[in-house]
């Protein structure tokens, strides 16, 4: 049974960094792609980045990009969004997701981890 669990989050400031990990168990990752996605209240989901899992090929949002870095550590199974500069729009509950390669749908979520930030 897959498991993604996210933690890292919290209250910070504005212009502050936080690192959000998420730990993947419950089965090997190749061919996956790993994402990190966020929902700020009375908004729809968002992507926010991903990664492959093999290759450590990236890819973000444009208003993540050059603020936020994923990264991925196999021998410790986890996921990390590095992210700095922080702005309030950027406060949402983060969620950490799984899916192979040539599917388009996420299929594991994790349960999500709260990044509030204050101006």
């Known amino acids: 049974q897959v498991q993604l669990v996210e933690s890292g989050g919290g209250l910070v400031q504005a212009g502050d960094s936080l690192r959000l990990s998420c730990v993947a168990s419950g089965r090997t990752f190749s061919g996956f792609l790993m994402g990190w996605f966020r929902q700020a209240p009375g908004k729809q989901r968002e992507f926010v980045a991903r990664?492959?899992?093999?290759?450590?090929?990236?890819y973000y949002a444009d208003s993540v990009k050059g603020r936020f870095t994923i990264s991925r550590d196999k021998a410790k199974n986890t996921v990390y969004l590095q992210m700095n500069s922080l702005k309030p729009e950027d406060a949402a509950v983060y969620y950490c997701?799984?899916?192979?390669?040539?599917?388009?749908?996420?299929?594991?979520w994790g349960q999500g981890t709260q990044v509030t930030v204050s101006s």
């Open positions: 990664i492959t899992w093999s290759g450590g090929i990236t």
């Open positions: 997701a799984a899916r192979r390669i040539e599917q388009n749908e996420y299929d594991y």
